[in-house]
């Protein structure tokens, strides 16, 4: 008997992701690689170009989030995908940076269109007790693409004598296979309620302001986001360190099977446990990665800190998702997501700046952005375990 949380619009938006990320982390470990070595560009382009690509994802989420709340869900989901798969043309076709920075952002803000419509359609098709484990599961199939992804790009280039622009004009074809299978995605009329609590189809959602305690838990992750580069800058420092770009890969096999593995876990547990201390053990896993790669040498120590690292996102991303669904109504959970998720993105585009501008200025290349953000993530956990009654919310 299939559980009662096992929707089927979790089961066909867990496929979408899958598919979906499969083509983008078959993409992304060769763009520090594309980036540096292809095209020559230093380091701060790739900070610049990622941060923007998070950004342009921070500004459609809160947009499409709210309109979202408003309309149908699904045609944001479906274009969504759908710019993500002309994102990843663009930079497969690029021969300077300029063109990969817009085919990120068109990329990114095709996630950004998809993101929070597609949570908010993940969280009605469930119970509000079983939102950890179903976020749980999405991020599991979402993680297990990046497991796919990178075996594929490892393959490519095995077959292709490590071309890499060829390798990458093979995402395009797992980006359209996503966006297709959207189209199975069912959405429920929604209603709200007149003064007498009779049912009336919804045409346009009252504004009413998000609750203080939503943007309490906001604020607090989107404050610890700041610390959390984007991950093309460890896999930059794993290829610095002297490993080859199957290696590379390869370390960014094993941080995503780690982040399949403790996804649903991690979010069945928000669900009987405090979250923020859940999400706490997340950040603990964070900042002994972050610490481990800055101070590690060539050794196999790197891959034992790329599994250590895929514990952050097991323990945060479903998690928060989930935990921030809990603190707004069905009406407003689009607008909310929305909110949430494009602060983190600016908060990420702060993060690619200041950490790829060190990384190029200062002394030993990514040794203090890693060592200070290892720093600063190991106090954000200590902050969550230890006072977690005083971050609102279930």
């Known amino acids: 008997m299939r559980r009662a949380w096992l929707t089927r619009n979790l089961v066909v938006l867990t496929l979408v992701s899958l598919t979906q990320d499969a083509a983008s982390e078959l993409l992304y470990p060769l763009l520090p690689l594309f980036i540096t070595g292809v095209l020559a560009a230093p380091p701060v382009v790739l900070g610049v170009v990622e941060g923007a690509a998070e950004a342009a994802a921070g500004v459609s989420k809160y947009v499409a989030g709210r309109w979202s709340d408003t309309r149908s869900r699904r045609p944001f989901v479906t274009t969504g995908y759908g710019l993500a798969a002309l994102g990843k043309v663009l930079v497969a076709a690029s021969y300077a940076w300029p063109m990969v920075l817009v085919g ?48 594929v790009a490892l393959a490519g280039l095995a077959l292709l004598d490590g071309d890499i622009r060829s390798v990458m004009w093979w995402a395009v074809v797992p980006a359209v296979l996503s966006t297709l299978l959207t189209l199975f995605v069912r959405e429920k009329k929604r209603v709200t309620h007149d003064d007498d609590g009779v049912p009336i189809p919804r045409v346009v959602v009252p504004r009413s302001p998000l609750p203080p305690e939503f943007w309490r838990v906001a604020t607090v992750l989107v404050g610890i986001a700041v610390v959390n580069f984007p991950d093309a800058l460890l896999l930059l420092r794993v290829s610095e360190l002297g490993f080859s770009t199957t290696e590379v890969v390869l370390a960014y096999v094993v941080y995503n099977l780690v982040y399949t593995l403790g996804s649903y876990p991690a979010g069945a547990w928000s669900d009987r446990l405090p979250r923020p201390a859940v999400y706490g053990v997340g950040m603990l896993a964070f900042a002994a990665a972050y610490a481990g790669l800055a101070l590690v040498g060539h050794s196999g120590w790197v891959f034992v800190l790329m599994a250590v690292y895929g514990l952050f996102p097991a323990f945060t991303d479903g998690v928060g998702k989930a935990w921030v669904s809990t603190l707004v109504p069905d009406e407003h959970r689009g607008r909310a997501q929305g909110v949430f998720q494009s602060l983190s993105n600016g908060a990420v585009f702060v993060a690619g700046l200041w950490a790829g501008l060190t990384w190029t200025l200062g002394p030993g290349g990514g040794v203090v952005p890693l060592l200070v953000s290892g720093v600063l993530g190991l106090l954000a956990a200590l902050a969550l375990v230890i006072g977690r009654h005083r971050v609102t919310g279930p």
């Open 104 to 151: 990120r952002v068109v990329d990114r803000l095709g996630k950004g269109v998809r993101a929070a419509p597609r949570d908010a359609l993940i969280a009605s098709s469930v119970r509000r007790e079983d939102y950890g484990r179903a976020f749980g599961f999405h991020r599991m199939g979402d993680s297990f693409g990046a497991v796919i992804g990178p075996l």
